[in-house]
C-alpha cells in the first residue's frame, strides 16, 4: 500500500463510515435469513414436495424483493425530504419488528406478509448510509469509505449462513431483529449531513422521485446505474439461492446445503467489495473497476454453469469465486450516489440498489419461463445470466465516470 493510499483510508475510518458499516452487516444478514433457513423452516411449515418447495422459495423471496422495491421509493423520497438520519433510524425499526414477528410465523401466508414488510424495512439501510457516508467523507477518500461499509456489511450474510446452519430457523430471527434493535441504541445522537443541511435550507425541491425520470438523460444515468448492478443480484438470487437444486443438476458429489453457499458467496463478496472499491482508486475510475469485474462475474457465471461432477467442496469453491467477481457492489452503489444531486442523491441511493433487488421478481419469472420452454435449469441460467451481463456491458459504456467528483451540487 502505497503513502499516498494510506491517509486516504484512515480518513475513511469515521463514526458515519463504521456505523453504516455495522448497520448494512444487520442489513445483510436479516435479508439473507430468508435464504439459509427457508428449507427447515418451509418442512416445518408442511411443505414436502421438492418443487413446490423451490416455486415457495423463489416466490417468498420475491415478495421481500418487492417490498423492498417499494420501500426503496419510500425511504429515497423521505432521505432527500427529511434528512438521512431520520431513514436509518425508521428502517432498522421496522426491519428488526418484521424479523421478530416472523419467528412466530405459522402458515406460508403469513410468512410472505412478514417478509414483504421485513423488505419494506430493509430498503432503506444501505442507501442512507452509503449517502451519508459519500457526503460526510472527503473525495479522495469516498471510495474506501463505501469499501468499508460494503464489505464489512456483506461479511453479515456469512453470520447468518452460520446462524442459519447452527440455530433453530425462529431463533435465527429474533436474533436478527435483536442485533437491529442494539444498532439502534447506537445511532443515538448520530448527526446530520451538513451537505443535505445546506441544501434544505437553500429551498430547492428535494426528494422528487419522478425527477429522476426527466429528462431523458437523467434517465439514462439513472437506468444505467441500475443495469450495472442487476447481474450481482442475478447471481446471488438464482444461482446461490437456488444452489441445492442446481448442483443436483450439475451432478455435484454430495449434499449442497444453500446456508453454506450463501455464507461462502458472500466470504467472497467481502473480498470483492473491498478489492472493487481498492480498484477504484487505484484507477481513479468507477467505470473501469466495474468493466473488470463484470469481465470477472462472466467468467465465474460459465464456470458455475458448466463445471459437472464436482465434489460438493469443489462447488462451495465456485460459489466462493463467483462471490469475488460479484463484490462491485461497493463501486456500484457508490456510482449511484455520485451521479446525481444533493437533493435527489438519497432518492437515487436508495431506490437505485433496490431497483437491482426487485428485479428479481423479472428475474425469476425469466428464468422460470426458459425452463419451461425445454432448458434445463443450469442452462437457463447460463442464457439469462449472460443476457444481463450483455445488458450490464451496455451500461456501464454510457455512464459518464465520477471519480473525484464534488458532490455539493443539485440537479
Not at 1 to 5: E, G, L, P, V
Not at 55 to 63: C, D
Not at 87 to 100: C, D, E, K, P
Given at each position: 500500500?502505497?503513502?499516498?493510499?494510506t491517509?486516504?483510508?484512515?480518513?475513511?475510518?469515521?463514526?458515519?463510515?463504521?456505523?453504516?458499516?455495522?448497520?448494512?452487516?444487520?442489513?445483510?444478514?436479516?435479508?439473507?435469513?430468508?435464504?439459509?433457513?427457508?428449507?427447515?423452516?418451509?418442512?416445518?411449515?408442511?411443505?414436502?414436495?421438492?418443487?413446490?418447495?423451490r416455486?415457495?422459495?423463489?416466490?417468498?423471496?420475491?415478495?421481500q424483493?418487492?417490498?423492498?422495491?417499494?420501500?426503496?421509493?419510500?425511504?429515497?423520497?423521505?432521505?432527500?425530504?427529511?434528512?438521512?438520519?431520520s431513514?436509518?433510524?425508521?428502517?432498522?425499526?421496522?426491519?428488526?419488528?418484521?424479523?421478530?414477528?416472523n419467528?412466530?410465523?405459522?402458515?406460508?401466508?403469513?410468512?410472505?406478509?412478514?417478509?414483504?414488510?421485513?423488505?419494506?424495512?430493509?430498503?432503506?439501510?444501505?442507501?442512507?448510509?452509503?449517502?451519508?457516508?459519500?457526503?460526510?467523507?472527503?473525495?479522495?477518500?469516498?471510495?474506501?469509505?463505501?469499501?468499508?461499509?460494503?464489505?464489512?456489511?456483506?461479511?453479515?450474510?456469512?453470520f447468518?449462513?452460520?446462524?442459519?446452519?447452527?440455530?433453530?430457523?425462529?431463533?435465527?430471527?429474533?436474533?436478527?431483529g435483536?442485533?437491529?434493535?442494539?444498532l439502534?441504541?447506537l445511532?443515538?445522537?448520530?448527526?446530520?449531513?451538513?451537505?443535505?443541511?445546506h441544501?434544505k435550507?437553500?429551498?430547492?425541491?428535494?426528494?422528487?422521485?419522478?425527477?429522476?425520470?426527466?429528462?431523458?438523460?437523467?434517465?439514462?444515468?439513472?437506468l444505467s446505474?441500475?443495469?450495472?448492478?442487476?447481474?450481482?443480484?442475478?447471481?446471488?438470487?438464482?444461482?446461490?439461492?437456488?444452489?441445492?437444486?442446481?448442483?443436483?443438476?450439475?451432478?455435484?458429489?454430495?449434499?449442497?446445503?444453500?446456508?453454506?453457499?450463501?455464507?461462502?458467496?458472500?466470504?467472497?463478496?467481502?473480498?470483492?467489495?473491498?478489492?472493487?472499491?481498492?480498484?477504484?482508486?487505484?484507477?481513479?475510475?468507477?467505470?473501469?473497476?466495474?468493466?473488470?469485474?463484470?469481465?470477472?462475474?462472466?467468467?465465474?457465471?460459465?464456470a458455475?454453469?458448466?463445471?459437472?461432477?464436482?465434489?460438493?467442496?469443489?462447488?462451495?469453491?465456485?460459489?466462493?469465486?463467483?462471490?469475488?467477481?460479484?463484490?462491485?457492489?461497493?463501486?456500484?452503489?457508490?456510482?449511484?450516489?455520485?451521479?446525481?444531486?444533493?437533493?435527489?442523491?438519497?432518492t437515487?441511493?436508495?431506490?437505485?440498489?433496490?431497483?437491482?433487488?426487485?428485479?428479481?421478481?423479472?428475474?425469476?419469472?425469466?428464468?422460470?419461463?426458459?425452463?419451461?420452454?425445454?432448458?434445463?435449469?443450469?442452462?437457463?441460467?447460463?442464457?439469462?445470466?449472460?443476457?444481463?451481463?450483455?445488458?450490464?456491458?451496455?451500461?456501464?459504456?454510457?455512464?459518464?465516470?465520477?471519480?473525484?467528483r464534488?458532490?455539493?451540487?443539485?440537479?
Open positions: 500500500m502505497t503513502a499516498t493510499n491517509p486516504s483510508i484512515r480518513a475513511a475510518l469515521t463514526a458515519p463510515v463504521l456505523v453504516g458499516a455495522l448497520g448494512y452487516f444487520v442489513d445483510i444478514f436479516d435479508l439473507l435469513i430468508f435464504p439459509v433457513t427457508s428449507m427447515p423452516s418451509l418442512t416445518e411449515l408442511g411443505i414436502t414436495d421438492a418443487r413446490q418447495m416455486l415457495l422459495r423463489e416466490g417468498i423471496m420475491n415478495w424483493m418487492i417490498g423492498m422495491l417499494i420501500g426503496g421509493i419510500f425511504w429515497g423520497v423521505l432521505g432527500d425530504k427529511i434528512g438521512r438520519r431513514v436509518l433510524f425508521g428502517s432498522i425499526t421496522l426491519y428488526s419488528l418484521a424479523n421478530i414477528a419467528g412466530f410465523v405459522q402458515d406460508i401466508e403469513s410468512y410472505h406478509y412478514i417478509r414483504l414488510i421485513a423488505g419494506f424495512g430493509l430498503a432503506g439501510e444501505l442507501g442512507a448510509a452509503i449517502t451519508l457516508v459519500s457526503e460526510t467523507l472527503p473525495k479522495e477518500a469516498r471510495g474506501y469509505g463505501t469499501a468499508i461499509v460494503a464489505s464489512v456489511g456483506v461479511s453479515g450474510a456469512i447468518a449462513g452460520a446462524i442459519g446452519t447452527h440455530v433453530y430457523w425462529r431463533t435465527a430471527y429474533f436474533i436478527g435483536g442485533l437491529g434493535f442494539a439502534l441504541l445511532r443515538v445522537g448520530f448527526g446530520e449531513s451538513s451537505m443535505f443541511t441544501t435550507e437553500s429551498g430547492v425541491s428535494r426528494g422528487n422521485f419522478f425527477a429522476l425520470l426527466w429528462p431523458r438523460e437523467r434517465l439514462g444515468r439513472y446505474c441500475i443495469l450495472i448492478g442487476v447481474p450481482l443480484w442475478f447471481g446471488v438470487g438464482i444461482l446461490i439461492n437456488l444452489s441445492s437444486d442446481l448442483a443436483a443438476e450439475l451432478g455435484v458429489q454430495g449434499a449442497v446445503k444453500p446456508a453454506t453457499a450463501v455464507a461462502v458467496c458472500y466470504a467472497g463478496l467481502t473480498l470483492g467489495d473491498f478489492a472493487s472499491g481498492g480498484l477504484s482508486q487505484l484507477l481513479r475510475s468507477r467505470r473501469r473497476a466495474v468493466a473488470v469485474f463484470l469481465a470477472m462475474t462472466a467468467v465465474s457465471v460459465v458455475y454453469c458448466t463445471l459437472r461432477g464436482l465434489s460438493a467442496t469443489g462447488f462451495y469453491v465456485i460459489c466462493g469465486v463467483l462471490g469475488i467477481s460479484l463484490g462491485y457492489w461497493a463501486v456500484f452503489v457508490t456510482i449511484a450516489s455520485e451521479q446525481f444531486g444533493t437533493n435527489l442523491r438519497a437515487a441511493t436508495t431506490t437505485v440498489p433496490n431497483w437491482v433487488r426487485g428485479a428479481l421478481v423479472p428475474i425469476t419469472f425469466a428464468f422460470e419461463h426458459l425452463h419451461t420452454s425445454g432448458l434445463s435449469l443450469v442452462h437457463s441460467a447460463l442464457v439469462l445470466g449472460l443476457g444481463l451481463l450483455s445488458l450490464a456491458g451496455v451500461a456501464l459504456w454510457f455512464l459518464p465516470e465520477t471519480f473525484g464534488d458532490l455539493d451540487f443539485v440537479e
